[in-house]
């Protein structure tokens, strides 16, 4: 086998970025993307140390130019994609009645219209590969609901939905996919939560629960990891 690739979307910051980094080390050619420039600048300086080799492409999922030009750009540099890590995700925690209607467009566009379509570009290839692994970043608030979490939650239940079938029908051709479902993780997207970093679920955990599916056996798979913070049961 010759290189391996993944796609990490969202890696500029939090999850994606430690999970790109990590498939980097191993020595994986990973595409990275995000909207901020800079941010992509400083990953691929930090990336000349490592054993792969980092591609980056600027483009903003909430959009459907924006999608497309990512899926051309992975036409265009990665002659297969091994992993496809559907990270890049955005957060609005509020009533439903203060929602908009470009909440609600962005929303379902990064969070679920990208990975679809993402997915759809490239399920196929990995099905006549017959390997690869699709993995989605769900949430806890894909599993329940609360006040204030209507539109973020649908998107997260939906990424589940999408994620069973994905494991249906790649299954058959050896490809496996799989959500993971997080409590806090010390990230960005959570700096104002009531809860200090120390006591959040890690970046690293992620990558660890991504490295643990895809060394499975090849017919071992786990659907989903519900990984949760110790403090939320207590
Ligand atoms: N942190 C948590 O507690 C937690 C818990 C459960 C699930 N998650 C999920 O984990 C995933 C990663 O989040 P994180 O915690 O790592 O947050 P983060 O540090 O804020 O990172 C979010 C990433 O998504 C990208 N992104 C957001 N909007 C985008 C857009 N319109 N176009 C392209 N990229 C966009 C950001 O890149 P740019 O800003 O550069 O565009 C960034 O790289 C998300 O799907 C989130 O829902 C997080």
């Given amino acids: 086998m010759g290189v391996l690739t993944a796609l990490v979307t969202g890696s500029t910051s939090g999850i994606g970025r430690e999970v790109a980094m990590g498939l980097l080390e191993e020595g994986y050619t990973v595409l990275v ?11 691929l300086a930090e990336a000349r140390s490592k054993k792969g080799k980092a591609i980056s492409h600027a483009a903003d999922l909430s959009t459907d130019e924006g999608i497309r030009s990512l899926i051309r750009k992975v036409r265009e540099e ?4 091994d992993i496809l890590v559907n990270n890049a995700g955005g957060l609005v925690f ?5 929602l908009t209607d470009k909440d609600y467009e962005t929303l379902m566009s990064v969070n ?3 990975p679809f379509l993402l997915s ?9 590969r017959g390997s690869g692994l699709i993995v989605n970043i769900s949430s806890v608030a ?14 997260k239940f939906a990424l589940r939905g999408l994620t069973g079938s ?23 997207m959570v700096s104002g939560a009531p809860v200090p970093e120390a006591e959040m679920i890690q970046t690293s955990d992620i990558l660890k629960t991504i490295r643990y599916v895809r060394d499975l056996s090849p017919y071992a798979v786990s659907p989903e990891i519900l990984l949760n913070r110790l403090g939320a049961f207590s």
């Fill in 166 to 188: 994905l494991l249906a029908e790649g299954a058959p051709h050896g490809v496996k996919a799989f959500a993971i479902c997080p409590g806090y993780v010390a990230t960005p």
């Fill in 78 to 81: 990665l002659p297969r994609v």
């Fill in 94 to 98: 509020a009533p439903i009645e203060k």
């Fill in 112 to 114: 679920l219209r990208a």
């Fill in 142 to 155: 894909g599993t329940e609901a609360w006040a204030g979490s209507s539109l973020y939650s649908m998107t």
């Fill in 120 to 128: 759809q570009a490239i399920l196929p290839g990995m099905k006549e």
């Fill in 33 to 43: 993307t995000g909207r901020r420039h800079e941010l992509l600048e400083s990953f």
